[in-house]
C-alpha cells in the first residue's frame, strides 16, 4: 500500500520553516557546556540519595517525601521517600534547593522543553523492604489520598 500526504503551498511553507526553526534551537545548545551542569545535577543528585540513605523507619509519621530537580514547565522531575529517624530536614533541604537550582540553570541553558504534565505527590508509607523485611520510607503507588 502507497501512501502520500498532500500538503498545499502555503502548509508545506509553514511545516519546513516549523523544522528549520527546531534545526536552529537544537543546533544553539552549547555541547560544551552540557557535560558541565549535568555532572554537577548527578553530583547534587547523589548527595541527596547519600543524606537520605536507607530512609529506615519505626513508624508512619517518620516517613516524608520530597521533590527533587525542576521540570522546564516547573515542579519537580521526581520523586524520594526520606524518614526524619536518619535525615536531617534542614540539610536535605539546602540540597533539593541546590538541586533545583542547578536543574533550572540546565534546563535554560540546554533549551529543554517539558510536557509540562504534573505528576500527582506520591503517597509515602513505612513498610519492610521486599529483599530483607527493614522497615523503611518507600514511595507508594498513588496521589495524596491513595491508600497504598
Not at 502507497?2 to 523544522?19: C, D, E, K, M, Q
Not at 504534565?117 to 520510607?137: H, I, L, Q, S
Amino acid at each position: 500500500m502507497n501512501f502520500s500526504i498532500r500538503f498545499p503551498a502555503g502548509r508545506r511553507t509553514l511545516v519546513a520553516a516549523a523544522f528549520l526553526v527546531v534545526a536552529g534551537h537544537a543546533a544553539a545548545v552549547d555541547p560544551a557546556a552540557a557535560p558541565a551542569s549535568a555532572a554537577t545535577t548527578a553530583s547534587l543528585h547523589a548527595r541527596i540519595v547519600a543524606l537520605i540513605g536507607e530512609a529506615a523507619c519505626d513508624s508512619q509519621d517518620q516517613c516524608h517525601r520530597v521533590g527533587i530537580g525542576a521540570k522546564p514547565c516547573g515542579g519537580p522531575e521526581g520523586w524520594l521517600a526520606w524518614s526524619d529517624k536518619v535525615t536531617d530536614p534542614q540539610a536535605l533541604q539546602r540540597e533539593v534547593q541546590a538541586l533545583a537550582q542547578a536543574s533550572i540553570a540546565e534546563n535554560k541553558r540546554s533549551g529543554l522543553a517539558s510536557d509540562c504534565m504534573m505528576r500527582p505527590e506520591p503517597t509515602v508509607v513505612c513498610r519492610p523492604r521486599a529483599g530483607d523485611g527493614k522497615k523503611t520510607c518507600q514511595l507508594g503507588q498513588g496521589g495524596v489520598n491513595s491508600a497504598v
